[in-house]
């Protein structure tokens, strides 16, 4: 329990303290200390990496990736149980194992790359990366452990979509093509994410009126759907599953409480009302596509929480919401100046800042009394 608690504080405190020496400037010239790529990024990654890399039956998938790349090891490269994994992630294990490294370089790359896009991203903003890692850890340190290859797939996708709002289209597609060999679900979203780059919402009541619409109407409609959508699964002869879709219990969540859903929405809408109103001021094309994304994940996050398959679908929305919220904290506690009705804003998000900071805590605890504690490969 004490390992575990520590090795997540190291994390978090890593993703606050040293990138904050990217704000440091010279006295004399005015410039920054510190060059982007330099110890204050370069820092946390390598300890993420590290700790990451070298974890021990820490995540649900963790198992099957680890004995895949040993099930390569053998040579046998013909058959195993399971075929259904994208080519290019098969062709990273069997590269790794020609350069006769060990399984665990496998997850020290998916860790550094995560956290690599995630600053890639922001390498235009970089007072804004400082509040971004802490936020988007916090939300999603337990499914970037549970669903490593997603997350893989997820941070290729970070990139490309930089190139995409650089208008550098080739890239785009050529580096989602590449995520989508790797976790087939980025497919999806490479048209998506092409149509909403130039999509904007300009009416704050239309925004809350597809968040509050749809939310209701799962509400009173989900259900019946669902079982309409099981019928049709078998209807066309693909029963199996439909009884995973409906049945299993390792993909259905429990029915969430009523306590939690209303925290959620609260949560949802006042980064909607308020992230509206900073765009109105701040009028950048590439942070209200962010928005914009993060606005279709704020909203199916209630809808599709239902079901573990719905949900991992969605991360390729949700996973923006931190992004956004970076742009959030920096305009309200750095450059508010210009900005109306912002500073008011900052006990609000101080304490959001400490919910999520509590949500984290509280599932380290819970998991490792329930689950599993982090352990590496030398324990």
């Known amino acids: 329990m004490l390992q575990t608690l520590v090795v997540y504080t190291i994390l978090l405190l890593s993703f606050i303290v040293f990138p904050a020496f990217l704000y440091e400037k010279n006295s004399v010239t005015g410039n920054y200390k510190y060059k982007y790529w330099g110890f204050p990024l370069l ?35 013909n058959y195993y149980w399971r075929d259904d994994l994208e080519i290019l992630y098969v062709l990273l294990n069997k590269t790794l194992v020609f350069l006769q490294l060990n399984y665990v370089s496998l997850f020290i790359l998916e860790s550094f790359l995560l956290i690599y896009a995630i600053y890639y991203f922001f390498r235009d903003y970089r007072k804004v990366c400082v509040f971004a890692m802490p936020l988007f850890f916090m939300l999603f340190f337990s499914d970037i452990e549970n669903l490593s290859r997603q997350f893989l797939a997820i941070s290729i996708f970070l990139i490309a ?23 087939s679900t980025c497919w999806l979203f490479l048209p998506i994410f092409f149509v909403l780059r130039s999509v904007r919402i300009n009416k704050l009541w239309i925004l809350l009126a597809i968040y509050l619409g749809l939310n209701i109407a799962s509400e009173l409609l989900l259900s019946p759907l669902i079982e309409r959508f099981s019928i049709l699964l078998l209807y066309i002869g693909k029963g199996g599953y439909a009884d995973i879709m409906t049945e299993d219990s390792r993909f259905i969540f429990e029915e969430i409480p009523l306590r939690t859903k209303i925290i959620w ?15 109105k001021q ?37 996973t923006y919401v931190p992004l956004f919220m970076a742009f959030l904290y920096y305009y309200v506690f750095i450059h508010n100046k210009g900005i109306q009705k912002m500073k008011k804003l900052k006990i609000p998000l101080i304490l959001l800042f400490f ?15 329930e689950w599993y504690p982090f352990l590496f490969v030398w324990d």
Do not use: C, M
């Open 43 to 77: 820092i946390p990654i390598l300890i993420f990496s590290f700790i990451e890399g070298f974890r021990y039956e820490v995540g649900v998938d963790w198992h099957h990736y680890r004995d895949y790349f040993k099930f390569l090891e053998t040579g046998n490269f």
């Open 161 to 183: 979509t930089k190139q995409l709002l650089k208008q550098n289209y080739k890239r785009y597609f050529l580096l989602g093509i590449v995520a989508a060999l790797i976790h």
């Open 265 to 279: 929405h609260l949560i949802a809408l006042f980064i909607i009302f308020y992230g509206y109103k900073l765009l």
């Open 282 to 318: 701040v009028k950048r094309n590439d942070i209200s596509f962010v928005f914009i994304i993060a606005f279709i994940g704020l909203t199916l996050k209630p809808i599709l929480s239902f079901h573990e398959l719905f949900a991992r679908i969605n991360l390729y929305f949700y």
């Open 355 to 369: 919910y999520f900071l509590y949500l984290y805590f509280g599932r380290i605890v819970i998991r490792t009394n």
